[in-house]
């Protein structure tokens, strides 16, 4: 991220999530991290904190018209969860299963800031605050895990992880996908493409890939399905068309734009997305593509997610952008350090998601709530970090007005059924790559939309219930609900008596790491 410069060697930093994150994750001075995220974390405070009140009051209004005790209740009638109660049970046991490894993975990011403040020659409070986060986070991932996020982005190169990633879902999906020009969208940036069953040649529909950012541009990842399929009344099929936005890094001056690894899980999910769109195939236009329960939305696109972290799928996505094409994969030990470091804050990530979650239902089940209140109140007892003074983060929770609103908490729901899908390709001879199963998700997933409930789609694909053991090994708890360790916890020597780690893996075994420290 390059900033400009003024006279007095200041710089003018927008409140943009991609100009902000740099400064989070590598500026050393505390109060310069502290200033930019009380300015970050109260935007539109003044306007909006009313709004939000409002519309909270405006949805109980609403259920009570209806004769429903409260807004959630109305909301979860036609959900997966069904009742509140059922939400509030989920979300609090998973809480209280992964606050012993939330506190552990607290004490670790403790002592690598003691350790800063002491190399910068500042005093340490003993206290860990929300803009310490992103920096101690990242020397964690440098220090104990020797992934640095600046050579990793190196292996892949926007181009390479567009073509990649047509090339594997194709082959899973057996689609094909061709370039439409010219693209005729409403930015010059703007990509359309369209997409066709590679074995019958049927044509099911059009998207556009809006990825980099620009002034005035919705600042998050999404996907609007602007035209549903659906079967008109001469029999004949009204194909889909649906934009994947995103901001994603741009290019720089001799580069192309390089992604970071999270960018690229990003984009891996928000094109499963386009991929529920496409693959519909519905008789109403209400239940095409996405237009399924919002508890289940987000399952398919957090399955795909998996295929980011394989090493066969990883040959697709990623080349370095020095190399020859196709010749300099990311490297399988350094894909292997990522794992482990992705797992060792995991807990931390999990409790985020768990506030935000008790957040939303907490202000949709009671009567005449204070939201700015109830943010700060549950940030800090979930997080275990103190809320940010002059900030509001309540006022930018744009998922509140954007159908999420008493259905947050689909996010980690949906993720059982996300892990319980993906056993299907981890355990098939191709694993990811494996055109059987993927015919069977097109089929029993992608193809029904929201035409029938998401228990029975999920059935037809698993052949079985779904089951919630793969989602409890993957967020620290196994199928007995002991918790299963996941920091580096064995420390040996090689032949020349040079240190070396060696980490326990997410099942509890041991085995070598192929990083140095």
Request: glycine share 6%; with cysteine.
């Amino acid at each position: 991220m390059e900033y400009k410069e003024n006279e007095d060697m200041s710089y003018n930093v927008s409140l943009t999530a991609g100009e902000v994150t740099p400064i989070f994750k590598y500026v050393s001075n505390p109060q310069t991290r502290r200033r930019i995220a009380v300015a970050f974390g109260s935007r539109c405070d003044e306007h909006s904190t009313h709004r939000i009140q409002e519309a909270t009051q405006l949805r109980h209004e609403l259920a009570q018209l209806l004769n429903r005790p409260h807004f959630a209740a109305y909301k979860l009638e036609t959900l997966m969860a069904k009742k509140a109660e059922t939400v509030f049970d989920f979300l609090n046991e998973l809480h209280e299963k992964l606050r012993p490894a939330a506190a552990e993975e607290m004490a670790e990011l403790l002592s690598i800031k003691e350790e800063e403040m002491k190399k910068l020659n500042q005093s340490f409070d003993g206290q860990f605050y929300t803009f310490d986060l992103p920096y101690y986070t990242r020397i964690r991932l440098e220090q104990w895990f020797n992934v640095d996020s600046e050579i990793v982005r190196q292996y892949f190169p926007i181009d390479v992880v567009i073509n990649g990633t047509f090339e594997v879902y194709e082959e899973v999906l057996g689609l094909q996908f061709e370039s439409i020009e010219p693209a005729n969208a409403w930015h010059p940036d703007v990509k359309r493409y369209k997409t066709v069953d590679a074995k019958t040649g049927a044509f099911l529909g059009e998207f556009y890939l809006d990825l980099h950012p620009r002034p005035g541009k919705f600042s998050h990842a999404a996907v609007w399905g602007l035209r549903s399929s659906y079967l008109r009344s001469t029999n004949e099929r009204q194909t889909a068309i649906a934009a994947m936005v995103t901001n994603l890094s741009k290019p720089k001056a001799g580069k192309p734009a390089l992604l970071r690894h999270s960018e690229v899980q990003t984009f891996f999910h928000e094109f499963g997305h386009l991929m529920h769109n496409l693959c519909a195939q519905v008789i109403y236009s209400r239940f095409g593509g996405t237009k399924v329960e919002r508890d289940f939305v987000e399952a398919p696109s957090q399955m795909l997610e998996n295929w980011v972290w394989e090493p066969e799928i990883l040959k697709y996505i990623s080349n370095h952008y020095d190399s020859a094409p196709g010749s300099t994969p990311l490297p399988d030990d350094l894909r292997q350090r990522m794992l482990e470091a992705r797992d060792a804050s995991r807990a931390m990530d999990d409790q985020r998601q768990i506030f935000l979650s008790l957040f939303d239902m907490t202000i949709h089940t009671q009567v005449d709530v204070n939201v700015s209140e109830t943010y700060a109140t549950l940030f800090t007892k979930i997080n275990q970090i103190p809320h940010l003074a002059g900030t509001n983060g309540a006022t930018t929770f744009g998922h509140m007005f954007g159908g999420y609103n008493a259905a947050y908490y689909g996010y980690l729901w949906s993720q059982v059924y996300a892990l319980d899908m993906y056993t299907q390709f981890d355990q098939a001879p191709k694993r990811a790559l494996d055109s059987t199963v993927g015919g069977r998700y097109r089929r029993e997933i992608l193809k029904p939309g929201g035409s029938r409930p998401a228990q029975q789609s999920l059935k037809g694909f698993l052949g079985r219930d779904p089951d919630r053991t793969s989602f409890l090994i993957r967020h620290g708890v196994d199928s007995t609900h002991k918790r299963v360790s996941k920091k580096p916890m064995v420390q040996v020597a090689n032949e020349n008596g040079e240190e070396k780690f060696r980490f326990r893996s997410s099942v509890g075994e041991v085995h070598d790491s192929s990083g140095w420290f």
